[in-house]
């Protein structure tokens, strides 16, 4: 049973809203996790969640997640998440996106949303007929667009860091990099480490995908599966496809110095952040490296511009620097440090909103 009001300071959610529609089937919930630093930003998931336990446990999951991550990128932002509960390939309708829209205008700007597994831009242009509140729309209609544009340029920032730490440099050049899921962020993080001279293996479970990559890199080596690629003599491993790439197999297989990659959730479970530290294998947290692309969404507010937005996705590389700083100081692997980061400007800069104006 998912416990709604939390059981330690980081569970607690400040808000959690139930909406439905019967006749467009729409069935939500919107999760404000913590509005310290402003507005709750965070995506919208349209899954068909087993049930609303399921969906309720992911929500809040997810809503937590975007506090923190969108605290270290620096933004005046808090986080939240919404779920659509069912299978956007027979659900999805004008009237359920426009239903939900409304829900989203009823928060008042508490919540904004933005795209997420089974949402796409043309999805919010539409929910944005009903609601101010909403990022991640299509070009045409003055938005970021894809934001797997600055997530994987992020990405690369966060992997520069890293090797800056590792090896004193941080061009990749002449590295091997292995790359697990080559989608939307995936085949652009080949593209900037290729210009950059790495050398890259990458594996899909679609060969499309593959396909793709090869292509326009035909140099690029095709390795069968995760677990070859994890084991084969790279210098660094970038999970780009789903979570939990990190469990206690993957780590006491794995060859490179450096993890660094754009998926959510990569550590299979608590634990595994210090079993990577133990074997001498740099972490760079994933909702440090991944934040370009609610970056690229959340300039959406003050309408967008991708130079100012790059500019910002660009303070990844210190940002992600700063967090191996402290995780040495302190004695605490990379995953801990950026959690402390992230509470400490939740609480020093949400603080001030004590000041009283007087108005
Ligand atoms: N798109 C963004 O802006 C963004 C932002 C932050 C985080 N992320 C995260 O980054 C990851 C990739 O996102 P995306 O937008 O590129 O998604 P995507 O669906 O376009 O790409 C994922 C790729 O991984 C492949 N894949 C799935 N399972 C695999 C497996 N077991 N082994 C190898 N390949 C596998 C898929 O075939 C697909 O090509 C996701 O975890 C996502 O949550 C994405």
């Known amino acids: ?63 937590r997640g975007m506090s923190y991550k969108n605290a270290l990128a620096g933004l005046d932002l808090g986080g939240g998440k919404a779920v659509i509960i069912g299978d956007p390939a027979r659900l999805k309708s004008e009237a359920l996106l426009r239903a939900y829209g409304r829900f989203v205008e009823s928060l008042g700007g508490r919540y904004i949303t933005a795209c997420d597994v089974g949402t796409y831009s043309e999805d919010m242009d539409i929910v944005a007929r009903e609601s101010r509140h909403v990022t991640g729309r299509t070009l045409a209609h003055g938005g970021a667009g894809d934001s797997s544009v600055l997530t994987s340029f992020g990405v690369f920032q966060g992997m520069r860091a890293s090797a800056e730490r590792v090896f004193g440099t941080p061009s990749l050049h002449g590295r091997r990099v292995g790359v697990e899921g080559v989608g939307k962020v995936g085949h652009r993080l080949v593209d900037l480490l290729r210009e950059d001279g790495a050398e890259v293996v990458i594996c899909d479970v679609d060969p499309r995908a593959i396909e793709r990559v090869r292509q326009k890199h035909p140099e690029v080596e095709v390795v069968a599966d995760a677990q070859a690629l994890t084991t084969s003599d790279i210098d660094v491993f970038a999970p780009c496809a789903l979570g939990g790439a990190l469990d206690d197999t993957t780590v006491a297989g794995l060859r490179a110095r450096i993890v660094c990659g754009a998926a959510n959730n990569q550590l299979a479970h608590p634990g595994v952040e210090k079993q990577l530290a133990d074997r001498g294998i740099l972490y760079a947290p994933d909702y440090v490296v991944n934040s370009g692309g609610v970056i690229q969404v959340a300039d959406e ?3 967008f511009s991708m130079e100012r937005a790059r500019a910002k996705a660009a303070q990844i590389y210190d940002t992600t620097l700063k967090i191996f700083g402290i995780a ?32």
């Not at 439905?20 to 965070?42: C, F, K, Y």
């Not at 068909?48 to 809040?60: I, K, R």
């Not at 605490?332 to 400490?344: G, I, S, T």
């Open 1 to 63: 049973m998912t416990d709604v009001f939390g059981t330690s300071h980081k569970d607690v959610h400040e808000q959690v809203v139930f909406c439905a529609d019967e006749q467009s089937g729409l069935r939500a919930i919107i999760a404000v996790h913590n509005t310290a630093l402003g507005p709750a930003l965070g995506g919208t998931r349209f899954y068909p969640y087993e049930n609303e336990q399921a969906a309720l446990a992911d929500v809040l999951n997810l809503a």
């Open 301 to 303: 507010i003050e309408r």
């Open 328 to 359: 040495s100081d302190e004695g605490v692997p990379p995953a801990a440090a950026a959690d402390r980061l992230a509470e400490r400007r939740m609480s020093e800069v949400g603080r001030i909103r004590a000041i009283w104006l007087g108005h």
